[in-house]
């Protein structure tokens, strides 16, 4: 299997992040699994000249084409010409290149928040109009329109994330190359369930204190931060802390609230990112398959309930109760 | 005759780049760089709550993500008059330092050696032994060097939750405090990559290669893919190939409590001045900018929708009293007063970059292994900061490829006013008011292209030396 991996207008970090894969790293387990990279911006020797002859080929046919992934939003501006991002030596926008070459390819990827969504490209007033590939934000659409499939058969993958876990890719190129990526593997986004079907919530090493809404009121502190800190790892889908990022991190981890970088429209939250809105001392965001009222009801008793050392710790920036060994009977 | 030759896609550099090319007699007498891609960054920062700086702006770049969110953190405790806790300071310069230390490695193996591999250096008498190192995707020390950089940023992860975007570098401090056992892992990888260092890129101690004094010893280092690089170098003539302005800035990297690591300064005929922030100034007579050149303070991001046909960029040009300047690893090692790099400040070309780039790795290495020697656990890492309604502040690093500024100003509450200067910025600038061109546009004057170059090598090495962040250029 082949792919070819373009650059729109991100920021380069889903391919960057992608170096990061380990055991095997990158090379070692694209050449494993049979899968040949005809060109990456970052990794291969092929320039200019080169690179335009590849791309024509493809285009006409007389290249075959698996996978094309395509890293970064894409550039409608201005005026629908696409012109805020022109591929160098071609003379022709990327939006123009995207779908010619699209309509080429077996199957699509969308890599990152920015090809999926738009991401934070498309952050502010947008004033490149940035989609990403099948969605506008959270509505299908997007460069490549709403009822886009590939010759394979399957509308964009959507490999989101800001920026993806390297493992993500990896393994979502695997299942293509392997012919079991089809749509029932994908949830309602386009995104590939077996990261998707996962809440960031899920082996957060902060999951005691939120048992017990112990949280933490300031960054650094080690509590449950969905109370105050804006954290929406209890909603936001992603296996973050059961894999884990870069050896053993995660933004939860390392004491970040989780932003939800793999939805729609993350970039704009509505209000400070790591900040909790309330109404009435209460947090907006709850979790959302949870009826409020037992929440409220729930998150009450165990705050009554929480265990001095659960609630000094929280407040800390380390542990300082630590749990007591349990005396044999 | 002069011919043009447009030059692109141009890959191996992080973002879009286009370049085009007059050439005569097989020389380059004239280049243009054009940073193709407008996301307007500046812009999006408008309206909203200052401290969404920190989420937003490192996103700018996946490449150097830690060096925007070390900006915007020194930015907005500059608009508060306020300072890191002195063990947050430490943990966010160990943070930026490993970045910059795999920016290096990352450049000099998946960047900038590959082009060494091409066929069209086949016969030479290192081009097999560089084929087997540093074939893309393929070569043994490709490989080798991937696996340690991913090993490095560990670190990162364990520290800030993953690379890129890095959250973890706030306004006050780091959010995350390290423990006496994350202490001793940290040592641990750092103790890996140096033992990667000296068997794979040095061959040889560090502290051999940071004890270099003058060209002469350069040249005499034979070991570790940095032999081969000198090696190739010396055969290809890279030490005259693409000379920048002899203007070196460095802002100074990694402020600590004692100082900052790097010292800051501006370089020129043979001697380090202080760098005149207030002269900065941002030309945008040939970009797809409108309005006025402006100090960034009060710099704005108007982009052209019509794209004029005088300018040829997204990218503004950037002048430190009128001039340019070239930034970057060397120039940060000669202002800080390295003997070697002092050395290497007057030939200022391809070879001197990279050398200087190799001598940063060793460097940023033992000061990284210092760093972390240094850090208390049982110390608080944040301190509050209170951040005025009104007000406006401006934070001043290095990242890897050089120096990058971000100004910000507040009013109610709101970002009123956000610009960056990004390194790239400043090298590859296109030209400004007085036709003056930018340090990459006048460093590929002169340099050869051979008949049926489409892509000409000796544009690829001086392009590569510099390293670009386009996507950081133009933000």
């Known amino acids: 299997m082949n792919v070819l991996w373009l650059q729109t207008a991100g920021c380069g970090g889903c391919s960057m992040s992608l170096l990061c894969a380990e055991a095997p790293g990158v090379f070692d387990l694209l050449d494993g699994a049979g899968i040949e990279m005809l060109w990456h911006p970052s990794f291969s020797e092929a320039t200019g000249g080169e690179v335009r002859a590849l791309l024509s080929a493809i285009e006409a046919g007389e290249q075959k084409l698996d996978v094309l992934c395509v890293e970064g939003s894409v550039l409608m501006g201005p005026g629908g010409t696409g012109r805020y991002q022109m591929m160098a030596g071609t003379g022709r926008s990327m939006l123009d290149w995207v779908r010619a070459l699209s309509a080429m390819a077996t199957h699509v990827v969308a890599v990152g928040t920015c090809a999926t969504y738009g991401g934070v490209t498309s952050a502010g007033e947008n004033l490149t109009d940035a989609v990403g590939l099948q969605y506008d934000g959270a509505h299908r659409g997007g460069a490549l329109g709403a009822g886009f499939v590939a010759k394979g058969g399957l509308p964009v993958v959507n490999v989101a994330g800001c920026p993806t876990h390297p493992d993500w890719v990896t393994e979502t190129l695997m299942m293509l190359a392997e012919g079991v990526l089809d749509t029932a593997a994908l949830d309602t986004l386009g995104r590939p369930k077996f990261y998707a079907e996962n809440l960031v919530h899920h082996a957060c090493p902060k999951n005691e204190f939120y048992e017990y809404k112990a949280s933490a009121e300031k960054l650094s502190q080690i509590g449950c931060m969905m109370e105050h800190l804006g954290c929406v790892g209890t909603q936001a889908v992603g296996d973050c802390n059961i894999r884990g990022w870069n050896g053993e991190g995660s933004c939860t981890r390392a004491g970040y609230p989780c932003i939800n970088c793999t939805a729609p429209e993350f970039e704009e939250p509505g209000h400070a990112f790591a900040e909790t809105p309330k109404f009435a001392g209460i947090p907006v965001g709850l979790p959302t398959d949870m009826p409020k009222a037992w929440f409220m009801a729930l998150a009450s008793l165990s705050k009554a309930a929480t265990p001095p050392r659960i609630g000094r710790n929280a407040v800390s920036d380390r542990i300082r109760v630590p749990p007591s060994p349990k005396a044999r009977s | ?475």
């Not at chain 2, 243009?32 to 920062?45: I, L, V």
């Not at chain 2, 989420?55 to 915007?72: F, K, L, N, V």
């Not at chain 2, 061959?203 to 290669?209: K, S």
């Not at chain 2, 004094?213 to 081969?228: H, I, K, N, Q």
């Open chain 2, 1 to 475: 005759m002069t011919k043009t030759l447009l030059v692109g896609p141009f890959n191996r550099v992080e973002g879009d780049l286009e370049i085009r090319l007059e050439v005569a007699d097989g020389r380059v007498t004239a280049a243009y760089a054009n940073s193709p891609m407008f996301r307007g960054f500046e812009r999006m920062m408008i309206g909203k709550g200052p401290e969404d700086a920190l989420t937003i702006t490192p996103r700018i770049c996946g490449i150097c993500s830690i060096s925007q969110s070390a900006a915007a953190a020194l930015a907005l405790a500059d608009l508060a008059g306020a300072e890191m806790a002195p063990e947050g300071a430490r943990v966010a310069a160990l943070l930026h330092g490993v970045e910059n230390l795999l920016d290096h490695l990352t450049h000099f193996y998946l960047f900038f050696m590959p082009d060494f591999a091409r066929s069209g250096y086949a016969g030479r008498a290192w081009h097999e032994r560089v084929q087997a190192r540093f074939l893309a995707g393929q070569g043994s020390g490709t490989r080798a060097a991937v696996a340690a950089r991913a090993e490095l940023f560990h670190v990162v992860g364990l520290l800030g939750g993953k690379w890129p975007h890095t959250l973890a570098i706030q306004t006050g401090g780091v959010t995350r405090a390290p423990s006496v056992r994350d202490k001793a892992r940290i040592g641990a990888w750092l103790a890996g990559f140096r033992r990667f260092l000296e068997r794979e890129v040095f061959g040889a101690p560090l502290e051999a290669f940071d004890t270099l004094a003058d060209v002469a010893g350069l040249e005499r280092w034979s070991t570790g893919d940095a032999g081969l690089f000198l090696e190739a170098a010396q055969d290809t003539g890279l030490a005259g190939l693409g000379r920048g302005p002899g203007r070196y800035m460095s802002f100074g990297a990694y402020p600590v409590p004692e100082g900052r690591l790097f010292r800051r300064g501006m370089w020129q005929d043979g001697a380090v001045g202080p760098v005149d922030e207030t002269a900065i100034v941002e030309d945008l007579s040939h970009a797809w900018m409108l309005g006025e050149a402006a100090h960034p303070s009060a710099g704005e991001t108007r982009p052209d929708a019509a794209m004029r046909a005088d300018a040829y960029s997204w990218c503004k040009a950037p002048r430190l009293g009128g001039e340019t300047v070239e930034v970057g690893a060397l120039a940060r090692q000669i202002v800080d007063g390295h003997p070697l790099a002092v050395a290497l400040a007057g030939e200022g070309g391809v070879r001197a970059r990279v050398a200087g780039r190799l001598l940063e790795i060793a460097r940023t290495q033992i000061a990284l292994e210092g760093l972390l020697a240094g850090i208390a656990p049982e110390k608080p890492f944040m301190t509050d900061v209170a951040l005025p309604r009104d007000g406006s502040g401006v934070g001043l690093v290095e990242a890897a490829r050089g120096s990058l500024g971000h100004w910000l100003s507040v009013a109610g509450g709101r970002i009123s006013s956000y610009q960056i200067v990004a390194p790239t910025t400043w090298n590859f600038s296109p030209r400004d008011g007085g036709g003056v061109p930018g340090p990459v546009e006048a460093a590929l004057v002169g340099a050869e292209v051979l008949e049926g170059e489409d892509t000409p090598l000796a544009v690829q090495h001086v392009v590569r030396s510099f390293d670009p962040c386009m996507v950081c250029t133009v933000h």
